[in-house]
């Protein structure tokens, strides 16, 4: 896809792009330069929820579990 930059500085998000990430009109981006790539990544209006059940199935406690007993053990 490619978009065109105004004499303002702006650009328009192409609609497949806005409907595949549900961006909608009033939210923010972050625009990330890393000095050779550009990155613009949409920042959901709630953080938190947006992260809501991320790590789902992921066994968490047991990890922590293991590494801590890791950990001991190198303490000794």
Do not use: C
């Amino acid at each position: 896809m490619q978009t065109t930059l105004s004499k303002r500085g702006q650009t328009v998000v192409p609609a497949q792009i806005r409907k595949r990430h549900q961006i909608m009109d009033g939210d923010k981006l972050v625009w990330i330069d890393d000095g050779e790539t550009l990155k613009i990544v949409p920042i959901p209006n709630d953080p938190i929820g947006a992260l809501r059940g991320l790590a789902k199935g992921e066994r968490l406690v047991e990890e922590l579990m293991k590494y801590r007993r890791q950990e001991r053990k190198r303490e000794r």
